[in-house]
């Protein structure tokens, strides 16, 4: 299949629309505030961040030590990963002595992060 076969497949023929249907999803899209859902997106679309969250995943808490040797990485490169996942609301944090402890902010995050993981393997595997 050439590079045109693939376009077609994948766009309408002819142009026509459901103008009830547009109008009425179009303003439930434009209701809805997807910047900060769209920042998230944006932030484990970074391998070495969502490999951080799946290691959250899999321990309640990490602290950043932990964090650096599993995604084999200095404090400073791993800080700057979980400072961000922490300002988008993926992560928290807590001080404990010289320790800093990162986990997964809630559930929501979670079910995110086990869904796209499934999701990915099972795309993978479709190939």
Not at 51 to 75: F, G, P, Q
Not at 108 to 119: D, E, R, S
């Amino acid at each position: 299949m050439n590079k045109e076969e693939k376009h077609a497949e994948d766009t309408c023929e002819i142009f026509c629309f459901d103008e009830a249907k547009v109008k009425r999803v179009r303003s439930v899209v434009e209701d809805v505030k997807l910047t900060t859902a769209a920042n998230i997106f944006k932030a484990l679309a970074d391998q070495t961040r969502l490999k951080i969250a799946y290691a959250l995943l899999k321990e309640d808490e990490l602290c950043v030590c932990d964090v650096a040797n599993i995604i084999d990485a200095s404090t400073a490169t791993t800080s700057h990963h979980l400072r961000h996942l922490r300002k988008l609301g993926i992560a928290r944090s807590r001080k404990e002595g010289k320790l800093v402890f990162y986990a997964l902010d809630d559930e929501h995050v979670k079910m995110l992060v086990t869904t796209a993981v499934v999701h990915g393997n099972e795309v993978d595997n479709r190939e």
